[in-house]
């Protein structure tokens, strides 16, 4: 099993930047990407950045130029630089880990885990 905690995040202001956090942790062998989407009221999750082991990116358009995404493998913890936020980021922000590989008790198990979600609200 693998645990994804996060922080960041709250109230921030229009124009204005904020960084959240995900770190993982469990009997990890290894994630293939990591990253982050998000869930506006009434709206439907969608995906804002992702990051490979390799440090390959993927970006939402709406969210290129002012979002960044990286990672620290060694601690299995994914970062979301966001800035310029506007009215419209305002969501639960997820994070992902696609294809995390854990061994326990003798047995490999590649699976997808979600975080919690973490509240961003951008005022305007």
């Known amino acids: 099993q693998v645990q994804l905690v996060e922080s960041g995040g709250g109230l921030v202001q229009a124009g204005g930047s904020t960084r959240l956090s995900c770190a993982a942790s469990g009997s990890i062998v290894s994630i293939r990407a990591m990253g982050w989407y998000r869930q506006a009221p009434g709206k439907e999750r969608e995906l804002v950045a992702t990051i490979s082991s390799g440090g390959s990116t993927n970006y939402a358009n709406s969210v290129k130029g002012r979002f960044t995404i990286s990672r620290d493998n060694a601690k299995n913890t994914v970062f979301l630089q966001m800035n310029s936020l506007e009215a419209a980021d305002t969501a639960v922000f997820y994070c992902?880990?696609?294809?995390?590989?854990?061994?326990?008790?003798?047995?490999?198990?590649?699976?997808?885990?979600w975080g919690q979600g973490t509240q961003v609200t951008v005022s305007s």
């Open positions: 992902n880990a696609d294809g995390a590989l854990t061994y326990d008790r003798g047995r490999y198990l590649m699976r997808a885990y």
